[in-house]
């Protein structure tokens, strides 16, 4: 059975969200989801979705980790996906910023 993780950012920091549920509707994209995050206390809706492996090697975090995209992100690293796919956000978002700026 796959173990899936859900993260958002609080604050600038990644925080893995608890007690998820579904919104509805027929996807199960990330954004369909929404849960309690550990930092505010508040219900975020989920940006990451990580297939956390069943035996993970729990390696250091590398680009591979960091910059992970796709639909299911696979993870086994030591942060427990919490780094998964976040460089790749970050390079987006500042990508966006400076377009928006010209």
Do not use: W
């Not at 796959?2 to 600038?12: M, R, S, T």
């Not at 990451?48 to 492996?53: D, T």
């Not at 780094?83 to 700026?101: C, D, F, I, M, P």
């Amino acid at each position: 059975m796959a173990n899936i993780k859900y993260f958002a950012e609080c604050n600038g920091q990644p925080v893995q969200l608890s007690n998820v549920y579904h919104l509805g509707g027929v996807s199960t994209k990330a954004s369909e989801f929404e849960g309690h995050c550990s930092i505010c206390g508040e219900r975020h809706r989920a940006e990451r979705k990580v297939e956390y492996k069943r035996f993970p090697t729990k390696h250091e975090c590398d680009a591979r980790c960091m910059n992970a995209t796709g639909k299911v992100m696979k993870c086994e690293c030591s942060c427990g996906g919490k780094n998964h796919g976040r460089g790749h956000r970050v390079s987006q978002t500042v990508l966006e910023v400076t377009e928006a700026a010209r």
